[in-house]
């Protein structure tokens, strides 16, 4: 058993590939090992719970008659002054209402993608 294991190590190709593989657990391990370093002690996903949940009942929001929202011309919904939606409208086409009770009783919905507004 021996003479098999001495003639198996001393074999070129067989010498290689486990060089090769060799080298390439280190080249991993040694990524690997330099990431852990660069990321930020309870660096992750954050996950947060609502504090109140909203079954079915309509709440009104006690800013709606003091919020300033903006609509584009053609559009159907309004927005945050603030929001992405808001940022895209043009300012030729951008109309202004100063609170979402006006906005809502011109007919205007309250936009998806716009965080604060339900």
Known sequence: MSEKLKSLLLDDAFFY????????????????NSMIHLQPQGAGVQISQPTQVNLGQTTTNPNESDTSVVVSRSGTKYHLPTCPGAK???????ITFSSIVEAKAA??????????LE
């Open 88 to 94: 895209q409208i043009k300012n030729s086409n951008k």
């Open 17 to 32: 590939a486990l060089l090769v593989i060799a080298i390439a657990v280190v080249a991993f391990l040694l990524g690997r």
């Open 107 to 116: 007919g205007y919905s309250a936009a998806a993608n716009c965080e604060g």
